[in-house]
């Protein structure tokens, strides 16, 4: 790509861009936006095409979106072909514990932590749902783990190994017991004892006999509980309004036709189990014993109403093992759910790992120029380098030590980002931008870079770096680069290290239309732009009071007439509608040892900011510095000059001397504390124009990222008052 042809409409608030990047000469363009304006708009634009996904406007959906992002022979851009690095985020450094020190690529990365998000919400709602059933407080991670694995933190490979018998489950008969009241420790203790041991047999054996002399009761198949699902079951399902019938087969058939005799006749048949006299006196036993330990009464009292549930106690952990099993069946969609997702992610993380494997030797060169460049108070390194290097292990992962001026010490990346200044972690985020770069480096891939905002709020050193790594990037022959930003101090410098005047554009904001236009005013706007055009353009003229009077103030004191004659023009002084174009003409000539003259030397100074200050609502939006300036002069003169003709006082306004502008104020309110409104728009003056008029040659970035929307309106305001 020689050329980058760029047409936009409607894309993210751009409502018409159209721009040709000549890349044939020089390989970066910076651009300065003031916020609000365009940058991060046309960063997502061109993200869109790396993602290969249609832009629009988010706010006006309905508006038509056109984008055309094309080569010097109108041939698309590839999406590999393009990479956004935007601002840094939060979401940028808060990996999860799965990937908190997996180094791999940002992309594959983020696929990694969403696989394992979205198992982590199935898993949520599983564990939630099996408390609901269970009824437990307790961990039910480990609980299932330890019951069917051999260790506590086996959960996944727990559930996977009861899959298949979950499966083939025709129902869930343990889905309704409270697990945490048979397995408290001091019950499963009790259970464990040998006396219970031997009451329980007992009643087993028993229950056993009486089972098998049932004449429909089965051991292993068709118990009282299998029968009752059973009856529940055709009932809801609606087999006997049918006009179905089942046979029973004893000695002799039973036809049963109705949901209530089938119910009648299991009643029957479990209360002449449950009424044995033996079994009633083997039950009697395991009572008592359970009555004397007042540890288990809540237990003694679920059995009471659960005598169903004795025969399994004789193996307690497969008892465990059923109730689980149950659950899971109680909720199996869940339960199929977590296992699909967790299944799948495991593949695909895996797949992830072998890829994070390629890319090891890649981190370490990345690593090391981190370490290089950034000034952080940790050095990182790869903590299992060896046993990479003797291929016991593939992923890289990071160590990080803490460094102060005396000690160093090894630290878990979760502790060190406690620690961690914000610009420090913005400076831990570009460790995936450098892979990135190096990466497309490595494989020589024809790519353009779209840098937004990269550096913003870094401190100065790693700014520094950061800007010394553009410059590296903008070295490389096969990188191009736009560099986006609304902080024009950063502007500015990488204008002073590498990106040609020529390259460097400015936005303008129309109505109905963004234009890019060449850059002025990045080094010492004063000397290099207003100077020249003193004499000749009435806004620069204006602008320059401040600076001027600012030279007087530093060279001759407060005290020169020159010094007083220029605070005329800033503040409503007697004198102020007097002073005319030669009188400034001679205190710049004077001061600079110049000769010029202005066209119409006896032309009011007053009247030419007013006359300015008007021309400036019809500007477009865009950088404006000396529309700024003429509009925050002629906003708080104009202010003045409304409270002095108000308060009508004129020995109080010579006695001002200094802070002009909020004495007044004070003096007004006194005089006029029922107009809200007027008092609202003075406090305004009073809070915007300021520091945009006290302002010198080289601390006027504030008033450059600032809009000067809000400057318009107030001068309306204020213009409204007379």
Not at 113 to 122: F, M, P, T
Not at 245 to 255: I, Q, R, T
Not at 353 to 382: D, M
């Amino acid at each position: 790509m020689i050329k980058l042809n760029v047409d936009l409409e409607n894309c993210y608030g751009i409502k018409k861009l159209q721009k040709q990047f000549d890349f044939s000469r020089k390989k970066t363009y910076a651009i300065y936006a003031a916020n609000g304006v365009m940058k991060s708009s046309l960063a997502l634009t061109f993200k869109d095409v790396a993602d290969a996904i249609a832009s629009r406007d988010r706010i006006f959906p309905a508006r038509v979106c056109s984008r055309q992002i094309t080569d010097e022979n109108g041939v698309d851009l590839p999406k590999e072909s393009i990479y956004v690095i935007r601002p840094y985020d939060d979401e940028d450094i808060s990996h999860t514990e799965k990937t908190s020190t997996l180094l791999v690529d940002s992309k594959l990365r983020k696929e990694y932590e969403d696989l394992h998000i979205e198992i982590d919400k199935s898993k949520e709602k599983f564990l939630k749902a099996l408390k609901e059933q269970s009824g437990s407080k307790k961990d039910l991670e480990k609980e299932i783990s330890s019951t069917f694995t051999k260790s506590d933190d086996e959960f996944y490979l727990a559930l996977i190994s009861v899959k298949d018998e979950v499966l083939a489950q025709k129902d869930a008969p343990f889905a309704g017991v409270n697990y945490d009241t048979i397995f408290d420790e001091k019950v499963l203790s009790f259970l464990g004892t040998q006396d219970v041991k031997t009451a329980i047999e007992s009643y087993i054996k028993k229950y056993n006999e009486l089972l098998a002399a049932s004449t429909y009761f089965k051991k292993g198949t068709f118990n009282y509980y299998n029968a009752a699902t059973i009856a529940k079951s055709l009932a809801e399902n609606g087999f006997f309004n049918a006009n179905h019938s089942v046979n029973l087969n004893a000695d002799e058939k039973l036809e049963i036709t109705s949901q209530k005799q089938l119910e009648e006749l299991i009643a029957k048949e479990k209360e002449g189990i449950s009424n044995d006299m033996d079994l009633r006196k083997k039950f009697a036993d395991i009572e008592k014993m359970i009555t004397k330990n007042s540890n288990v009464r809540n237990f003694a009292a679920y059995l009471g109403e659960h005598e169903e549930l004795l025969p399994e106690l004789a193996n307690i952990e497969s008892f465990r093992g059923k109730i689980w099993k149950s659950y899971f069946k109680a909720r199996l969609e869940l339960y199929e759910n977590l296992l699909e997702k967790y299944q799948l992610g495991e593949k695909r993380g895996n797949e992830i790992e072998e890829e994070a494997s390629k890319q090891r030797t890649q981190w370490e060169s990345v690593i090391e120029v981190f370490n290089s460049r950034f000034f952080v108070p940790f050095k990182l390194t790869a903590e299992n380098k060896i046993p990479i290097i003797l291929g016991k292990e593939q992923i890289i992962n990071l160590a990080f030590t803490f460094e102060d001026e005396v000690d160093r010490a090894p630290v878990e990346k979760d502790a060190l980002m406690q620690v961690l200044s914000t610009g420090e972690k913005r400076a831990f985020y570009v460790l995936n931008i450098i892979f990135e770069v190096e990466a497309r480096k490595k494989a020589k891939q024809e790519t353009l870079f779209i840098i937004d905002d990269i550096a913003d709020s870094f401190d100065y050193k790693n700014k520094y770096a950061i800007i010394q790594y553009l410059k590296d990037i903008a070295e490389e022959p096969h990188f191009k680069q736009i560099i986006l930003t609304h902080n024009f101090d950063f502007f500015r410098t990488i204008n002073s290290r590498f990106v040609e005047n020529t390259c460097c554009l400015m936005v303008l904001k129309s109505s109905d239309r963004i234009s890019l236009k060449q850059a002025t005013g990045i080094r010492n706007i004063f000397v290099n732009d207003w100077k020249p055009n003193f004499f000749t353009d009435p806004k620069m003229k204006i602008a320059s009071i401040p600076f001027i009077r600012n030279l007087i103030e530093f060279t001759k004191g407060n005290k020169d007439p020159d010094f007083n004659k220029l605070t005329s023009l800033l503040h409503w002084k007697s004198d102020s509608a007097r002073v005319t174009e030669s009188e400034l003409d001679r205190i710049y000539n004077s001061l600079f040892g110049t000769a010029g003259a202005s066209p119409d030397g006896d032309k009011l100074v007053f009247d030419s900011i007013q006359h300015e200050a008007v021309e400036c609502l019809k500007a477009c939006d865009g950088i404006n510095l000396e529309n700024k300036i003429v509009l925050s002069i002629a906003i708080r003169i104009v202010a003045e000059q409304f409270m002095v003709k108000k308060i009508n006082d004129a020995k109080f306004v010579e006695s001002i001397k200094s802070n002009q502008t909020p004495r007044l104020f004070k003096k007004f309110k006194e005089l006029f504390g029922g107009d809200v409104s007027t008092i609202e728009i003075i406090q305004r003056v009073i809070l915007m124009t300021p520091e945009n008029i006290h302002l010198n040659s080289f601390m006027y970035e504030p008033i450059l990222d600032m809009s000067d929307k809000h400057l318009r309106n107030l001068y309306k305001d204020v213009l409204a008052l007379k």
